[in-house]
Structures are given as C-alpha cells and as structure tokens.
C-alpha cells in the first residue's frame, strides 16, 4: 500500500513557515501558554493538509522552532515558560522529529548519504541515528531531509525578550559571508540599521577580530614554521575542520595552535569592553550553533543565527534592509573579510608574515582545502608523513568556505563574487592598517602588536581555556 507522502514534501519552506508564525505570535504577545501553542498547531495542520495523526510532528517542530527539544507524543505543558526563563539553547542542535521516516522509502531518502563526514554517522532503523559523539553538526543533514525529519533548532525565539528589554543590551556579531546575502546591494551599514529596528544595540563585523587572530597566527607562522619539515594547521574559523582534526587525528592537532574562532573572540573581546552585555553570531553555519555550546567556550557567545533565518525573521517583521538607509562603519579591514571564503584565510595570514619577515627564508605555501571529503584527505597524506609541498593548511567544512555554507539565502558562487567587492570597499587594507583593532589592543593593555603572543589579557581571550 502506497501512503501519501505529498504533505511532507518540501518542507524546509514549511518549516520555515511555521518559524514565521511562531515569531509574529510571540513577538505580538499572541503567544502565551499551551492553548495558543495547540491552536497554532491546528491552524498549522490545516494550512498544510495534515492529517491528525500528524500533530505530535507538527508540535515538535513548533518545539524545534523555539529552541525546543521534540517530545514525540507529548502535549503542549510549560514550554512556554520554558523560553520565558531560557537564556541560551541547550544540545543537541540536530534532532530528529518522528513520524515522516515511516513514509519514506529508504533507497531514495532524501537524508541518505548527505552527511558530509561520510564515516556511517547515520545509520538506518526507522529513520536516521545520529551518533552525537561523530557528528559534525555541518548541517548538511538537515538542510538535506525534503520531510523535515532532521532539523537544527532555531535560537530566536528565546532571544525575542531579551531585544525588548530597555536594560539588556545585545550585540549583533555578523559573519563576514554576510555581504550579499540579504540583497546584492545591501550594505553592512544597512543591515546594522535593520539589526539595530530588531532592537540590538549595535553590529560589530566579525572580521575585525578575524584581523586580530590573523597577526596572531603569523606570528605564530614565523615561530613555529623554521624548517622545510614543519607544517601549521590553522585553527581558526570553521568549528567542523577543527572537530575533524580533534576528534580523528591527535597527533596533527598537535600543529593546530589552540587559538579560539573569530567568531568566540567577538564575544569574548566584547564583553570585555562592555559590561553585562548579550552577544548574538549571525552566519550561514550550523556548526557554529554548536560550537557555542562547548563546554570550554559556553557563555562567549550567547545565542546564534544563521542567515536563512534572520531572513525570515526580517520578512515577518517587515524589516527590509534595502530600504534603510545605512549606518555605515569600516570596522575591518579587506582581508579580516575576506575570511568568508575558501582562501580567505591564507591570504591574510601569509599577507602580515611577508610584512613582519619580508626576507624569510621558508617561506609560507598554503593549502586551501575545502569540503569536508577534501579535508579528509589532506589529513590523511599528513598522517601518514607523505612528502608535501606546502606548510600551511587551511581547511573549512563547506565547499568555497563559509559562503557555501547550507544556510545561505544565495547562490556561492554569487556570494563569493560580493563578498570580494565588499572586501575591497573596505579602507582598511591588512589588520596592521586597522586602527579599530589598535584601538581595542591599548584599551586592554597592549601598546605593540608584537605583544599580542605573550603572556597577556588579551592573549587570554584568544586562547581555548
């Protein structure tokens, strides 16, 4: 018997749709205890041809929507207490929702062979396991699954008191694979003014601190890179390369300086400068949601989301960003933002050992590999001590970098084009030409950039505690 599967279909749009009406009711007060929950699950339901038998996966993604874990089978209680009291959004962050696997047939599953670690993380009973010790949480699942049975929670929701609140202020610390992403020509000053409509305090890029770990890495280049032998993993950026090497490969996170992402040193540095202060990270990652949540990181950023969902925040609230006028400010430099791109990186850190040693003797060749199945493999010749031609490795999960990352709202290959020509509007040509960051270096102490590898404050937010 062939059961009808078309109510399923398509439906990260639904989802999408129904983290819409989640927000609208909630940020209207029209969302205040079960029976609203129950009666935006029925409203649900008969918008998209459910059948009854649907509620309990219907709820959970409602759930999934607020930051939730699903339930499966359990009523609508105290979840919205839940949120009204949450101040951050606990693990897992893929989930998976019963009732659609049971429909789906196994040979053409959409989930089937998605994972981009391809390492048997999911394995097939009634539906997918996730193995949370293996997986990456690159998202690529969940964007992946057509029936909405493998879904990243969503960290708005619990965040929608806080940007109300006269007396919390929240920062906005936007990935550089932004530009683009919400209009060709949208400008990072527009999106601070519709980030600022939303109720966030201010935008801060955060390829200025991109620029700061940049001449912290070169300068860990030059110490560490002495012979034609030696080789450096970068540790910056993305939180799947740097899970990969962790988890897999012990003896070459050795060469892996144990620096923190940019996107932990905005928060950190931020909430260093200004007190009491919430701090928010809007990018295309999935991972990244995850890497806020270790245990060694948790409390430096605070929530995070991704662009496909500050996208449909925005369209509910009637902001758009190509209307405003922008509140523009160079905060980073031309390479910091370059960071949003496969080779972004390199280029950055090889651009401040040139000018540090202009006459260096080994001199820096990288490797800029992208896609998790590539990283694989470069490890696995480093492994196993195959000759190499190069000393610097940068590795990012997503193919082109962070602009071809599962949550972006456009094509990577337009994304990569914009986020170049957002790079070279910049003034500010390499972080020793940034004066922001200079700024910020003398308001914790630091009078000489060289002092940013000792024993410092600042040497300790950039480090993995």
Known sequence: MVRNIDRFKDFQEKRMAIFSEVVKRYWNGNLEDSKDLNSLARDIREKYDFLEEDMPFIKDHIRVAMGLNPKTNYEFSDEIEIIKNSREVAKPIISKIEGPCEYCDEESCTCKGTCKYEAHIYRRSKGPVIEEGKCLTCGECSNGCDFGALVDKIEFVPLIDLLKDKNTKVYASIAPSIAGQFGKNVTLGQMRTALKLLGFEDMVEVALFADILTIKEAFEVINLVKTEDDFYLTSCCCPVWFNMVKKNYPKLFEHMPPSVSPMIASGRFLKELYKDIKVVFISPCTAKKAEA?????????????????????????????????????????????????????????????????????????????????????????????????????????????????????????????????????????????????????????????EDIVEENRVSQLLKRQ
């Open 293 to 449: 949540k270790e245990p060694d990181l948790k409390g430096d950023i605070d929530f995070v989301l991704t662009f496909r969902e500050l996208k449909e925040i925005f369209k509910t609230l009637n902001i758009d960003p190509e209307k405003l006028k922008g509140d523009d400010k160079d905060q980073a430099s031309f390479a910091g933002r370059l960071y949003g791109r496969t080779g972004g990186v390199s280029f950055s850190v090889k651009t401040i050992v040139n000018r540090l040693e202009p006459r260096r003797l080994i001199k820096l060749k990288s490797k800029k590999i992208h896609g998790v199945k590539a990283c694989k493999e470069t490890l696995e010749e480093l492994s196993n001590n195959e000759k190499v031609d190069y000393n610097f490795v940068e590795g990012m999960g997503c193919v082109g970098g962070c602009v071809g990352g599962p949550r972006t709202n456009i094509p990577m290959n337009e994304a990569t084009n914009i986020l170049n020509e957002t790079g070279e509007d910049s003034l500010i040509m390499t972080p020793f030409d940034n004066m922001n960051l200079m700024k910020i270096l003398k308001e914790l102490g630091i009078e000489r950039i």
